[in-house]
């Protein structure tokens, strides 16, 4: 069943469920374009049979057919009134040179994942796609969407589970925490640098378990906060605009890494008189090379 968020804001989803062997090919796609920002990929027939165990009546070719036909189905809303709906495959193409199978992303795929700013990142779908199974990513999007970052809120069980969709399931809070509730905290954890921590919440007269205070911490963002500031210590009075610069800062470090930034401040020191940020603006002092 789909899973729409307050009134359709954001919908992603894949048309069918990758089996266990697309599963293991796409974390290694997304692991390669973290780490490489790179729109192609290129596996040696040895190294797939090692990663991935197909059946007789199967081939590497069928494999790579069959995963070709997954997409994703996507849909949000953007500064509530213009409503974007839109699918993406995973893989465009491949080819086979010498035992060596050379793949390539679509667009669309390769810009969730690489370093570039777009709507993609904004609505969180290169975190959203990493999660294992749909109570995951309904979990992560309560959270944000909620803006408890950094916060907490109360929440009860029924509205909890209606939100992972498992209404019906685990009338026990045991199994639900043990089998649902510690997995998905991990895999938040694991994914989006995000700790999740929790207190039950009873009924006085019973000790009857009814809800949870969730506390959320985003280490990631906390880290670029504490990286930008000390940037803005070695510039503050190179600079006019102290705001602008800071979130201009900020967001180059999550995109280009730390050093990126501080390479061009340097630059920028040494080519630059008076305020740095008039006259040539921040965007083209960041993006000296």
């Not at 374009?33 to 081939?59: G, P, R, T, W």
């Not at 193409?93 to 993609?120: A, C, G, L, W």
């Amino acid at each position: 069943m789909k899973k729409i968020f307050d009134k359709e804001d954001i919908f992603i989803s894949f048309n069918k469920k990758l089996s266990t062997n697309e599963n293991i090919i796409f974390k290694k796609i997304v692991k390669h374009i973290l780490l490489n920002n790179s729109q192609y990929m290129e596996f040696s027939e040895n190294e797939l049979q090692k990663l991935i165990k197909l059946d007789q009546n199967n081939n590497m070719k069928n494999f790579f057919e069959n995963f070709m036909k997954k997409k994703i189905l996507y849909s949000y809303n953007k500064l509530d009134y213009i409503k974007y709906d839109g699918v993406f495959y995973i893989i465009s193409s491949y080819r086979i040179i010498n035992n060596k199978y050379q793949i390539t992303f679509s667009e669309d795929f390769y810009k969730v994942f690489n370093k570039e700013s777009n709507d993609f990142k904004v609505y969180r779908f290169n975190l959203l796609l990493q999660f294992s199974d749909s109570t995951s990513r309904n979990f992560f999007m309560m959270l944000t969407q909620k803006n408890i970052l950094n916060n907490f809120v109360d929440i009860s069980l029924a509205e909890l589970k209606k939100t992972l969709e498992i209404e019906k399931n685990y009338s026990r809070f045991y199994d639900f925490e043990k089998y649902i509730l510690l997995p998905v905290i991990k895999e938040i954890k694991d994914i989006s640098n995000i700790e999740i921590e929790y207190e039950k919440i009873k009924v006085s007269n019973n000790r009857k378990i009814i809800g949870l205070r969730l506390y959320a911490k985003d280490k990631l963002n906390m880290q670029l906060d504490t990286q930008a500031e000390k940037m803005m210590e070695d510039i503050e009075s190179l600079i006019s605009n102290r705001n602008g610069a800071y979130e201009l800062i900020r967001k180059y470090i999550h995109t280009k890494g730390l050093d990126y930034v501080k390479k061009n401040i340097y630059y920028s020191k040494l080519h630059y008189s008076g305020k740095f940020d008039t006259g040539v603006s921040m965007k083209k002092w960041t993006q000296k090379s």
